[in-house]
């Protein structure tokens, strides 16, 4: 499944990288992360993810040469809010 402006990020399929979504430009005044979830496509794990500020890190790991997976991270925030990002991350050899 595509989906339009998803920022996109290569990796190699031995690599466990950490990727971030910042969140500050969207939060209100004095409102905080107090939930996160990332969720990768079936085949790429998420194998930790933390909040920092503003800003939810994970790290990933496995993922198929030649395969793209989209990468969902949906935050709650102290406001009640929820809202999701999504990034692609594409496997390739490096």
Request: proline share 3%.
């Given at each position: 499944?595509?989906f339009?402006?998803?920022?996109?990020?290569?990796?190699?399929?031995?690599?466990?990288?950490?990727?971030?979504?910042?969140?500050?430009?969207?939060l209100?005044e004095?409102?905080?992360?107090?939930?996160?979830?990332?969720?990768?496509?079936?085949?790429?794990?998420?194998?930790?993810s933390?909040?920092?500020?503003?800003?939810?890190?994970?790290?990933?790991?496995?993922?198929?040469?030649?395969?793209?997976?989209?990468?969902?991270?949906?935050?709650?925030?102290?406001?009640?809010?929820?809202?999701?990002?999504?990034?692609?991350?594409?496997?390739?050899?490096?």
């Amino acid at each position: 499944m595509a989906f339009p402006y998803v920022s996109s990020f290569i990796k190699d399929p031995q690599a466990v990288l950490d990727f971030n979504w910042d969140w500050s430009a969207w939060l209100g005044e004095g409102e905080t992360i107090t939930e996160q979830t990332v969720t990768p496509d079936a085949g790429l794990t998420a194998d930790s993810s933390s909040i920092s500020g503003h800003v939810v890190a994970a790290w990933l790991s496995g993922g198929v040469t030649g395969t793209s997976y989209i990468v969902a991270c949906t935050i709650t925030t102290s406001a009640g809010r929820t809202e999701t990002r999504r990034i692609q991350i594409v496997v390739q050899l490096r």
